[in-house]
């Protein structure tokens, strides 16, 4: 019986990483983040494409601590990071995304959110990032409504990172 149960966790486990490969980037990819306190105006979308804004909520806005910055992949490929209660926007080809976030450094190791998201031409996103480390290590990402992510985005920085070499 134990065999029994360690084969099907097993073949669970491995059923999720072909998501995990389209949604997410190179696992050592880092990030530098660097936060700009005067930005609050969201960018408008490229024509034809949509516009994905991610925002986090760590639920301290008062806490700055490394392990709340969160990298951001879509479809495969890291598009930035955030950190301590900010947001960044990238538009998209439209069409179904699949999106990634990760905590840097790793201190939820084995943590990953998945998120499928079907991008319309012309729309705007917001998806709300969760990382409550305070809370053991606990991560949710979803989509937000409009007023709530205008709302974020309006009382946190604008997180622009650079990719670590």
């Known amino acids: 019986m134990k065999l029994a149960v360690v084969l099907c966790i097993g073949l669970i486990a491995a059923a999720g990483q072909p998501l995990r490969a389209q949604a997410c980037g190179a696992e050592k990819q880092d990030f530098d983040v660097t936060l700009d306190r005067t930005q609050h105006t969201l960018p408008a979308a490229e024509p034809g494409k949509s516009l994905l804004v991610f925002v986090q909520d760590t639920g301290v806005p008062t806490l700055r601590a490394p392990a709340l910055l969160a ?59 969760r990382n409550w480390t305070w809370v053991g290590n606990y991560m949710e990402v979803a989509e937000t409504n409009e007023g709530q992510g205008t709302y974020m985005v309006s009382v946190s920085p604008l997180a622009q990172s650079k990719a670590k070499k």
């Not at 495969?76 to 840097?104: D, I, R, Y």
């Open 71 to 129: 990298r951001v992949a879509v479809d495969g490929s890291w598009t930035g990071a955030l950190k301590n209660e900010s947001w960044f926007a990238v538009s998209v080809e439209p069409g179904m995304k699949h999106l990634c976030v990760l905590n840097q450094p790793r201190v939820s190791k084995g943590v990953t959110e998945l998120l499928p998201l079907k991008a319309e031409p012309g729309h705007t996103y917001y998806i709300r990032i």
